[in-house]
Structures are given as C-alpha cells and as structure tokens.
C-alpha cells in the first residue's frame, strides 16, 4: 500500500469518528418546513419556509434550499475545526520526511467530507399547520396553579357551587373525610360571578357552617385574584385561641400595613382576610411532595398548551430553593425567569444565600432569576386596588396600598443599587401613580461625574399589571420613562363585566389600555400573561383577548361582538410579538429567546391551525391544538 492511500485511508477514518463525535454531541440536526410559508419568525422576514435547527439551535431560515446549505456549511465548518490542525500536522511531518509530496491538506479534507455529509432528515408540516417562537407567559404563578387543580373553585358561579364543590371534595377523599382537624385549602371563588353575574358581597365564614359536611373543618379559600382569603368558622376560632385573630382596635394598624379584616357591624370578622391580613391566617407549611406534586400538575398543561418559558410572579425562598434543585438535577422542563418575593418589609436583595442571582443555571440552563417582585396596591374584584378617588360603587373606599410609596422608594433604590430588576405589581391609578413617581425619581439620579447613574434599557423596570391609570400617566410618563408595562389580557376580558360599575365611565377609558400602552412604548414593548391560576394557562386564550376583547365563553362584550373598547386591541403581529420577543426583552434575554433567528435557542411550537391568518374568525384561535412544543431543540410535548 501506497503512503498516500495509507494516510488518505487514515484521514477518512479519522474524519468519520470526529464527524461522529461533532454530530453525538451537537444534537440532533433538522429542518422543519411549510409548504404554505406558515413559520412565524417575529423577525425578518416574518414568515419563512423553512427553519433548520442543530442541537439546541437555530442554524437558518429561509426558502429550502437557504436552510439546507446552511446546514451544510455549519456541518463542514464545525468538522473541519475538529481535524484542519491533526491533518496539517500530520501532511507536515509527511512533507518534512519526503514521504509524501506534494501535499493539500485543505482540498484533500473537502473532498472527503463532501463524500461524509449526511443530508439533515426534512420534516414537512401540513398546509393547515403553523410554527411559531416557543410561547411565554410574562406573569404568571406556577405552584400555586398547581394547587388551584388540587381544588379547582374557578368554574364555580354561586355560593351553592362552592359548598357542593366542596362538600364532593371532602367526600371524595377519604383522608380529608375522616380527620376534620385537616386543613382544606382552594383557589377561584369569584364573587362578582354569583347571581347570574350580577355580583355579590364577600361570602362569610358562616356560609361555610351551613352544611354539615364542612361543619367544624379549617377552611382557608382564596379569592381568584388570590388578594382575598375566605375562611371557616374554625379557622377563625384556632386564630383567637393562638392570639393573632386582631380586635377591631388594630384595624387602622392592619390598614395601614396593607391589609384589611372585613367585619360585622359589631367588629365580628366575617371571615374575609384581604391582602397583607391574609398573612394572619396560620395555614400549614406544604411538605416538599406536596410542592412537587403541585409543580408537576402546572407543568403538564404549560407543556401541553405550547409554553416554552415562565416568568414566575412572586417566587417565595422556599420555590427558589425548589426550582434550584430541579434545575441542576435536569429537571425543569421548561424555561422559568423568577421574580423573587418576601412578605418582610425589610431590604433582603443582599441575602445571596437564600436570594442567589441565577443565569441560565441548571444542567440545561433553563433557570435565571434577577428580578424581584414587590406589592403596591391589591386587586379591583376585592375593591383593593388603590384609586385616587373613591370607587364608583362602594364610595367608603379608594382601595389598599400593600406598601407605602415611602417604604417603597427605598426598597427600589436599594434593589436598583444591588442590581435588581424591579417588578412592582401596580392596579389602580393611585399605585401606578406613585411608582411612577418613584421610577423617575430613580431615572433622575446622577452620578458623580453629574452623568445618569441609571439607563433604562439596562434596569429593564416593570410595572405588573399596569391596569388602571390618570390618563397623562398612561398617555405619556409611562412611555416617556420607558417603563415596561407587562399585561393580562385575559384580565380586560374577564373584569369588564363589572369593571366600568367599579370605575365609573371616566376612569374606564384609562383602564385595560394595551394599545395605548403599546404605543406610548419606546421599544415597541408590551410583554402578555395570564396571571395564572387568576387566568387559564392556555396562552391562546390571551392572544383571543388581545386581539378581539371579546368573552371567550359567550363571544361578546358590554359593547356585543365588536368588542369591549376596540380601539385597545391589539393586531394579531403584536400579540404575538407580545407573548413571544417581548418577554423576552422584559427578561433580558432578547439575544437567545423570543424570535426565530439564526443563533437563537430552538424553542418552538406547531399548531394545527395558523393564528395569525387575518381572515379566520376570532373563536377559531381557541379551537387550535398545539402538535408539538420543542425545547433546545427536542421534543417536549406531542410529535414533529
């Protein structure tokens, strides 16, 4: 045997390992295309035919023939790496000892790989199907979803609906039957539903004693916002006998803390806890399994509804501790960006050992966690978000600031020092008032070389909820500052019923205002959620809200089917922008998430129906079905 076809038979070998070893360890290598152009890119251009994907990777897109030479090229150039020195060395040592000469090294080796490469399996999507950036959810409560499952209240539309649904839990659970002392814990009763969607006043403890069935058991039920907690009877007698039920003499210190006991004439408690008073009712610790358990049944439904990434609203020491765990053991499933959260009034941002900053952490690098939450003001369903003039229907109150702006402005400046992403849940235009206030204070700093000590685009601060505003707040400041205002839209869709009732029908034309808020963006920004478990967690149901403001039970609105306020809904471009780029960019994370873009992480997911074709009837966005939900690049959920 000749030396050059021993050192060309080595070279092929060797090339096959190392083109083994590149294809093992950069994953799977794909192309997904459409033969209708229905991939999303929320990018240029918007709508491609086809997307290659390597590993954890988008390689391209474009028509076919842009995606597979890309493919190629990437192949090529990440084998070449692996073998350009191995080979030149050895061709020089070769030439060096006249063993062989002369010598190519580089178009010997194309030669040889052009014989190895392996065309990328080619997955063709139906005509009807559509593919878009993995869906996010900008707000939203994970574990406590979980727990809503446990004991769903959402569905329920009377007093009656929430005894019957109660008593057949009990009965339907033989361990909570037999020991009353255990405590049973739901979420989703919602008063203003009840009579016919009339509306009611808060329930009462003694609601719950009228059937003999929960009689005598520790009750403790959060409203759907969950700013409200109803308690039994017995809840309120283990709180006298521990000493922390509150005579009425501590009301005006519990109202001024954040909180509010509702009560009789007489002082009695009814049984209602609002906002920080719920800290009062001494509900058990969950165990880790319960946690867990909890976990899992939220992550079921994200997956399966097409929900690539979460923005964990309210991340309580115990989660992030939780969510550490799974990550590093490799198993999160999904991408989650925490909003850290402690009921404490005092600055715990500097407590890294219990708050660590995470960045893309795990064995997948799916956890990050650099924001904290923080409570202004509490919900408009309780009359806890806090207005600047009385509500319209109960004018003894303007609602509840959970935190003092003062209080507040230091907690900001403090997190902002540490370099904390601020998250401030903000409902009424009192709250969004006096953090916007706090925020261009903070903007307005200067350090000492008299140059802004802060930059917008770098602190990313958000306000949650953004709901209700003085109209020069919503129409200019918000937008002037650049504060990124992250919304709900399934919030408009479920509160106009009894929204303008609350407001009156001047305040309401400031209130629910995401086109506006879109507008009055710098960046073009407005990132979506559900608030799940207040919301469902199919992310399609705020893309219907969004687009349409229409109820997605009955299809209409107080304005029938044109929808509630029109002129605030959003195009189908922005609300998908909306839940996919634009967290993103709330999460700083633009550079890996949100588009589809060479470079960016292959996370995905494929309908079988397109959402976005303007000429579909809106109810045909709730009927779509999600085929598959890729992350980095795999499968989480349904078949490609």
């Known amino acids: 045997m000749s030396l050059k076809s021993l050192f060309l038979g080595l070279l092929t070998t060797t090339t096959v390992l190392v083109s083994w070893t590149v294809t093992r360890h950069g994953g799977d290598v794909f192309i997904v295309c459409s033969p209708t152009e229905r991939i999303y890119t929320v990018a240029s251009p918007a709508r491609v035919q086809c997307l290659s994907v390597s590993g954890d990777r988008v390689v391209a897109v474009g028509s076919y023939g842009d995606v597979t030479r890309a493919s190629k090229e990437q192949w090529r150039s990440r084998t070449y790496g692996w073998l350009d020195d191995i080979v030149s060395r050895v061709a020089s040592v070769l030439t060096s000892q006249s063993l062989y000469s002369p010598f190519n090294p580089p178009s010997t080796l194309d030669r040889v790989l052009d014989k190895l490469h392996r065309s990328p399996r080619v997955i063709h999507l139906h005509p009807d199907q559509a593919l878009y950036p993995g869906f996010t959810d900008a707000h939203a409560h994970v574990i406590q979803n979980g727990q809503m499952l446990d004991l769903p209240l959402v569905e329920t539309r009377s007093l009656d609906d ?49 059937s003999p069935v929960l009689r005598g058991r520790p009750i403790s039920l959060s409203r759907i916002d969950v700013h409200a907690k109803w308690v039994s009877t017995r809840v309120l007698e283990i709180m006298k006998e521990s000493g922390v039920l509150p005579p009425p003499s501590k009301d005006h210190e519990i109202e001024e803390d954040g909180g509010k006991v509702i009560r009789y004439k007489d002082g009695k408690a009814t049984g209602v806890f609002m906002d920080k008073a719920m800290n009062l009712i001494p509900s058990p610790e969950w165990s880790d399994a319960k946690i867990q358990e909890y976990f899992d049944q939220t992550a079921k439904l994200t997956l399966k509804y097409g929900l690539t990434s979460i ?31 402690s009921p ?118 958000r306000i949650e909820h953004a709901q209700i505003f003085e109209e020069r707040d919503l129409k200019e400041r918000i937008g002037r500052l650049g504060i990124i205002a992250s919304v709900q839209p399934t919030h408009a869709t479920s509160d106009m019923w009894y929204a303008e009732t609350r407001l009156g029908p001047e305040r309401i034309k400031n209130a629910y205002a995401y086109q506006t808020l879109l507008q009055a963006s710098p960046n073009h920004v407005l990132p979506l959620g559900s608030d799940f478990p207040v919301e469902g967690v199919n992310p399609l149901l705020g893309f219907y809200a969004a687009v349409s403001r229409l109820s997605s039970s009955s299809g209409t609105s107080p304005h029938r089917t044109g929808g509630w306020y029109p002129s605030e809904k959003l195009t189908r471009a922005e609300a998908l922008k909306g839940m996919t780029w634009d967290p993103a960019y709330a999460s700083f994370a633009e550079d890996e998430l949100g588009s589809l873009e060479p470079g960016k992480k292959a996370d995905f997911v494929v309908l079988d129906c397109d959402i976005m074709n303007e000429n579909s009837e809106y109810g045909d966005i709730l009927k779509a079905q999600v085929q598959a939900t890729v992350i980095d690049g795999e499968v989480a959920y349904g078949v490609l």
């Not at 929430?162 to 009965?171: A, C, M, P």
């Open 311 to 341: 923005h964990d609203a309210a991340t309580d020491s115990r989660s992030i501790a939780f969510y550490r765990r799974i990550a590093e053991a490799g198993k999160l499933p999904f991408r989650m960006y925490l909003m850290g959260y």
């Open 162 to 210: 929430v005894i019957k649904t109660l008593e057949e839990y009990v009965t339907g659970h033989p361990e909570v039957q037999e020991d009353k002392d255990r405590w049973i814990e739901g979420i989703g009763w919602d008063q203003t539903k009840w009579n016919g969607g009339e509306g009611a006043e808060f329930p009462t403890a003694e609601d719950l004693d009228k």
């Open 344 to 461: 404490s009034t005092e600055y715990w941002g500097n407590d890294t050992a219990t708050y660590p900053k995470l960045h893309n952490y795990g064995k997948h690098g799916r956890l990050n966690f650099r924001a904290v939450k923080m409570f202004t003001d509490g919900a408009l369903g309780s009359w806890g978000a806090a207005l600047l003039q009385p509500y319209s229907d109960n004018p003894g109150t303007k609602g509840i600031m959970q935190t003092q702006p003062e209080q507040l402005k230091n907690l900001v400046s403090k997190f902002w020092e540490d370099g904390w992403q601020t998250n401030i849940h903000c409902i009424g235009d009192r709250a969004n008032n006096a953090v916007l206030d706090i925020l261009e204070a903070q903007l307005s700093w200067k350090d000492e070389d008299g140059k802004p000590k802060y930059n917008v685009r770098e602190t990313r601060p």
